[in-house]
């Protein structure tokens, strides 16, 4: 079972809580999309998920785990892989050391000894390299595997990120904002990736988004955060006539419409 349960998850800074009792399933094979306003706690969550924020309190359990208490790697080792609400790349080395990159966990080598040329270490890597380029294939960057990350357009480093979270063969994707800063042709573009990883692969997709369109389109079911708290939770039709939702981005967009010291 590879179902995420997330129960009573609370996340406190000094002085604010940006996530207060959150609590949601994202089922097996299903596309889950996490929704709120600017400052929501939708990162935060994220953050806790994979291990860079620790918990105040409140557990995430992935497959019979308990991930609150583990660091990083160990829960990236568990299935899970992430993408970063702004690209965490590596822009001088090329697509396809990105991805070799995000194979790392799964190669028993490692690189000291693919450099000694080593003949099952270089089989090894091989290997990897062969499955880079499927998965390359399968988000429409093959063609840049040779070149630097840095001089693709920004569309296409999106998709690049998104194969190197699935280079790590997770059972899980964590895709914060993945098509932000995106025009409508990549977007579209993006959002048929997400759907065959899901169809495809078999893979569970937890997302956060600012595009409704697309959580709509995409998703199974949505859980809607305010101020840290789930406000509202289901599918995707009805959480976007629940009254509080509603409620909650008017209220946001009042706010940003006002001067305020800061805002973009
Ligand atoms: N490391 C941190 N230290 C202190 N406060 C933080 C930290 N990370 C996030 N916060 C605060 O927690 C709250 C939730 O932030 P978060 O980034 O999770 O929101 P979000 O829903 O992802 O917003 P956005 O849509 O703008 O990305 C905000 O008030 C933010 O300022
Ligand atoms: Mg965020």
Redesign the pocket.
């Known amino acids: 079972m590879s179902e995420l349960v997330v129960d009573g998850l609370t996340v406190r ?1 000094a002085g ?1 809580t ?1 996530l207060d009792g959150v609590g949601f399933t994202v089922a097996e094979g299903s596309v889950h999309a996490v929704i ?1 306003p ?7 969550c994220f953050n806790v998920l994979s291990g860079v924020y620790r918990a105040s309190s409140g557990s995430v359990r992935f497959g019979g785990a308990e991930l609150t208490a583990l660091p990083p790697h160990r829960i990236a080792g568990l299935g899970v892989a992430r993408t970063f ?1 702004n690209i965490a790349l590596s822009r001088h080395l090329s697509v396809e050391d990105n991805l070799m990159l995000g194979r790392h966990r799964l190669t028993k080598a490692g690189f000291a000894s693919a450099g000694l040329r080593l003949p099952w270490a270089r089989r090894e890597d091989a290997r990897h390299r062969a499955r880079v380029r499927d998965i390359a294939r399968f988000v429409g960057v093959d063609e840049h595997l040779p070149a630097p990350v840095g001089l693709l357009s920004y569309g296409v480093q999106k998709r690049i990120e998104l194969a190197r979270a699935l280079a790590m063969e997770p059972r899980l994707l964590l895709l914060d904002e993945p098509v932000a800063g995106m025009n409508g042709a990549e977007r579209k573009r993006m959002a048929e990736v997400i759907r065959r990883v899901r169809a495809d692969l078999g893979v569970s997709v937890l997302l956060v988004e ?1 595009d409704m369109g697309m959580v709509m389109r995409l998703a199974d079911e949505v859980t809607v955060l305010d101020f840290g708290r789930r406000i509202a939770g289901g599918e995707p039709e009805r959480v976007q006539r629940d009254p509080a939702v509603i409620r909650a981005y008017l209220g946001a967009a009042h706010e940003s419409a006002e001067p305020s010291e800061g805002s973009p």
């Open positions: 800074f604010l940006a709120g600017n400052g929501a706690g939708k990162s935060t609400q600012h």
